[in-house]
Every structure is written in C-alpha cells, then in structure tokens.
C-alpha cells in the first residue's frame, strides 16, 4: 500500500491510497490459508507470553512416550512379534498416533471447546457476523502452540523407526503413508466437529471431547488387530481409530494395499461430507442467544 501526492488542478494536495492487490489473497482458498495463518502467528505469540505452557507441555510429552517404550520393551522381551506387528512396525504405529494426538490438541480440540462455550455463553453469534466461513473459524479459533512439542515427537519416533526396519520402505509405501495420514486428519478433524456441532442442541458436551481423547489416547496406540472383533467395529465405525492411526502405520510397516488406501479416502470424505452437512443444518436451526 502507497500513497501518491496529487499534482496541480482540482484535488491538489490530496493523496491518493493505492493499494497493492497482489498482497489481498484471492479466492475462498487463499482467504482460508491467510485466517489459519493469522490464527497460528497469533497462537506463537503466546508461546512468548506463556513459555511455562511449552516447557510443561514438553515434560508431559517425554513422560508419556518413556512409559509408552517401556510398555513396548516388556512386552517384546518374552515375543518377537505382537499381532502379527514387529517392534519397529508398532513404534511407527506410536509415533502417528503421537503426531496426532499433538495435532488434536494443538487446534481442533481447543477450538471446538470454544466453539461449546461460545454457544452456551452466546459469544458464538459474534463470529457469524465476521466475512469468513463459520466453520473455518470455529475450527481454528484457538491454537495451543505448545502441542508442537507432540507434533515434533511424533515425527521423529516414525523417522526413527523406519531407520529401525529390516526391510526398506519404498516409494509407493510412503506415498501410501502420506496419502493415509492426509485421510486420518479428516477423518478425526471431522468426527470432532460432529461432536462440537451437537452443542447447539446440547448445553454440556465438554465430557464427550474427554471421553474421545481417553479412548484415543488409550486404544489408538494400539494396532487394531489386537482388540476382539466387536471392539474393532467400534474403533473403525464408531470412533475412527483404525483408519487414523492403524492404517498409517501399516502402511510404513508393509501389508498395506491400494484398496484400503481407496477405503480410507472413501471414510474420509464421507465423515468430511457428513460434518459440513450437519454443521449447515445447525446453523440454520440456531436461533442466537438472544432467542
């Protein structure tokens, strides 16, 4: 943005704003991209603010991924294999689900609380009236920048246990790896904004949001086909563990074919679909708080 000087005539003396339309970005892609961005720098700025929130959310992570790898070493000193599934295989399997697990508490979880407070206090009806999708809005409202700590660990326990495999990963098993893991942030970011969009008929639904990540912090590092057959219909039709976290997984560890690729993106945008539909459907039955 400049400004220019008029010259000699009427108006002299005025300045005339121009302004730089290469910066505005176009598109509902490009608004998206620069809402989340502005979110994010926004929630950096707190890790400045409260740099004890980072060093606590640190320990935690540590503390968590320690007792983990103590689990695995005991139950891989009396077996060499679990479920069909090696040491290096089940510690990719950790690593996803400690990647997201960070990315659950870095923006949607906390987003989505707002999101139930703001409906019960009557905040939410600000947000409707900002230029900008409501969906996108609610679902980055809040970012916890000190979960990058989980984000990081988790990158780093799936690098290091492709470096512990026998067998070399190709590139069609990391391409499946991408392609799954895209599919399972959908899928968990969807199924929690159903959750969160029952609170416009729901007053209390912040234990919902506690007893999902209870049982995706306990069965989601565990792969799926160690549960009996009733508790695998929960975990893959009801709570999407297995298609988040397994899947992935299983792709890095070898067995993985394209048709459970397919399924996957199949799930996914039917969970993503279902989200955007009953969210729609909310707001055109929300009544604002003043109702």
Known sequence: MTDRAGGRGPGAGQREMVVDHSAVPRGPIGHGWMIVATFIRLGVLNIAQYRGEFFVSLANGVITLV?????LAV??????????????????????????????????????????????????????????????????????PAQVVQLLMGAGIVAYACVWMDTVIGPLQWLYF??????????????????????????KL???????????????????SL??????????????VAFA????????????SGWLVLASGVIAAVFFAGSRAFWLYALRHYTGASA
């Open 67 to 71: 007792t983990q790898l103590l689990g």
């Open 75 to 144: 139950i891989f000193s009396n077996t060499q294999a679990l479920g069909g599934w090696s040491p290096a295989g089940l510690l990719a399997l950790i690593g996803v689900h400690t990647f997201l697990s960070g990315l659950i508490g870095l923006v949607i979880q906390p987003s989505l609380q707002q999101l139930m407070e703001g409906i019960r206090l009557g905040t939410f009806d600000f947000l409707l009236t900002k230029p900008a999708d409501s969906q996108l809005l609610a679902s980055v409202a809040v970012v916890a």
């Open 178 to 203: 991408g392609i799954t893991l895209f599919f399972g942030v959908i899928i968990v970011y969807s199924f929690l904004t159903l959750l969160g969009t029952c609170s416009f008929w729901f007053v």
């Open 206 to 224: 912040d234990n919902i949001l506690v007893v999902f990540s209870s049982v995706f912090g306990q069965a989601g590092r565990w792969p799926i």
């Open 227 to 240: 549960f009996p057959g009733w508790m695998r219909i929960v975990l893959t039709v009801l709570i999407p």
């Open 245 to 256: 976290v397994t899947v992935p997984a299983q792709a890095l560890a070898g067995g993985l």
